[in-house]
Structure formats: C-alpha cells, structure tokens
C-alpha cells in the first residue's frame, strides 16, 4: 500500500513555471507506476503524464508535451512534475497517482491508478 501527499501548487501568470511533488510512503514505492492527472471544474480527470517504475518510460499528453516533465527518484520516494511555459487552461486540481504493475510499463487511464492523493489547486491567471 502507498499513500500519497502533493505539493508545489500554487497562482501563476501565463508563461510561468510550478514544479510540483509527490511524496510517498512505502518500501515498495519503486514497484509502481506513477503518473499525474489534472482536473478542472466541470471536465473529467484528464491524464498529464506518468512514468514507469524505473523511470525508463515516460509519457505525456499531446497538450504538455514540450512543457512539462515528470520524474522520480525512487531513493527519495518521490515523483515531480515540472511545468514550464503555463497556460490557463493549465488551471486544475492536479493528483499524483500510483498504479501496481509487473513490468516497466506506463498507465494512462485513472481506473488502473490504485492508489491517490489528495490534490494541489495549479492557478494560471491569464
């Protein structure tokens, strides 16, 4: 089992940068998947990017692609999110998420997410 905190939400202008993170606990935390997913008022949770468990798969969304980067450092037990160049349709609830796989492989989906946190507010003012 792995609970999960994020941090490093915060109001940004356009064009600026948050670095957000997600501490977890758990000896196994290398065992899993991790990815981020963002979701703004009135829309479905939407996959950003994850990251397998040695991080040597990373994928992201076509809309973050270029401007985002997610990584992990499995000594620390943590994953961030960089994200560069913000956009306001960036603005969302962001959630750090953990899913049991058997291979080095990347989840998209939230349904095959086992494990999440509470969320970081991310405020992109225009």
């Known amino acids: 089992q792995v609970q999960l905190v994020e941090s490093g939400g915060g109001l940004v202008q356009a064009g600026g940068s948050l670095r957000l993170s997600c501490a977890a606990s758990g000896r196994t935390f290398s065992s899993y998947a991790m990815g981020w997913f963002r979701q703004a008022p009135g829309k479905e949770r939407e996959f950003v990017a994850g990251?397998?468990?040695?991080?040597?798969?990373?994928y992201y969304a076509d809309s973050v692609k270029g401007r985002f980067t997610i990584s992990r450092d499995n000594a620390k037990n943590t994953v961030h999110l960089q994200m560069n160049s913000l956009k306001p349709e960036d603005t969302a609830v962001h959630y750090c998420?953990?899913?049991?796989?058997?291979?080095?492989?990347?989840?998209?989906?939230?349904?095959?997410?086992?494990?999440w946190g509470q969320g970081t507010q991310v405020t992109v003012s225009s």
């Open positions: 998420a953990a899913g049991i796989v058997n291979t080095d492989y990347v989840y998209t989906k939230p349904y095959e997410y086992n494990y």
């Open positions: 990251i397998s468990r040695s991080g040597g798969k990373i």
